[in-house]
């Protein structure tokens, strides 16, 4: 079945910093992922659709030059939180494929 | 009309009960209704999805019951087992196996199984 990996699983940031999050494809190619945002106990909620070799598409209220999105190949797209602060600690998680398989999550502490 | 309205918020059921949980949707757009279920800090796992033109599907323990007019749907896990304590999560999208499937998630319910 379909595989969605992501790394790392979680990471811990001064504030201030630029953390980059991986989602591969391992056995599928997948032209478009979505990347999800999931607070303590909470919802997940679309961050944005990452389309391959071509811009991202941000929910309403999503910061596109804070959560930087690339989607080089057909099997890897990467989101970067740039500057990084407090309030962006949280459960990353990218979903990919026609059944919508999730990787593994990212959690990502900003100290 | 982009929401998805889950309930219970938690619930707790003794082994071998039924556990049910319920959502509701507004935009008739919608042809695709996933169940996840969610372990703490991993990511969702699909367990079961219907397409709005059956009213009911099957897979072992885990059933999904639809009513279009309605706009409802709920999931009814069977012979409930305390490994089955997680969060499930209802979810819609627009597009069914299309190649753009972004997923409008309910709120989730925390359910929890007692031995």
């Known amino acids: 079945g379909a595989v969605v990996s992501q790394h790392p699983s979680w990471v811990i940031c001064k504030s201030g910093t630029s953390v980059k999050i991986e989602c591969r494809s391992l056995?599928?190619?997948?032209?478009?992922m979505f990347w999800y945002r999931q607070f303590p106990k909470q919802s997940l909620m679309l961050m944005a659709t990452?389309?391959?070799?071509?811009?991202?598409?941000?929910e309403q209220g999503v910061e596109k030059d804070k959560f930087l999105i690339n989607h080089a190949s057909l099997t890897l797209s990467t989101l970067t939180v740039t500057s990084a602060h407090p309030e962006d600690s949280s459960f990353y998680i990218c979903?990919?494929?026609?059944?919508?398989?999730f990787g593994s999550g990212t959690r990502l502490t900003v100290v | 009309q982009q929401q998805v309205k889950q309930s219970p918020q938690s619930l707790i059921v003794q082994k071998g009960g039924i556990s049910i949980i319920n959502c509701a949707y507004e935009n008739t757009a919608f042809d695709y209704f996933p169940w996840y279920q969610q372990f703490p800090g991993k990511g969702p796992a699909l367990l079961i999805a219907?397409?709005?033109?059956?009213s009911e599907k099957k897979e072992g323990r885990f059933t999904i019951s639809f009513n279009k007019s309605a706009k409802q749907f709920s999931l009814h896990i069977m012979d409930s087992q305390p490994g089955d304590s997680a969060t499930y999560f209802c979810a819609a999208s627009p597009n069914y196996g299309g190649a753009t499937n972004k997923l409008i998630f309910g709120t989730g319910t925390l359910l929890a199984v007692q031995p």
């Open positions: 056995d599928f190619q997948a032209t478009t």
């Open positions: 219907i397409r709005p033109d059956v």
């Open positions: 990452s389309n391959e070799g071509s811009k991202a598409t941000y």
């Open positions: 979903s990919a494929g026609r059944s919508n398989t």
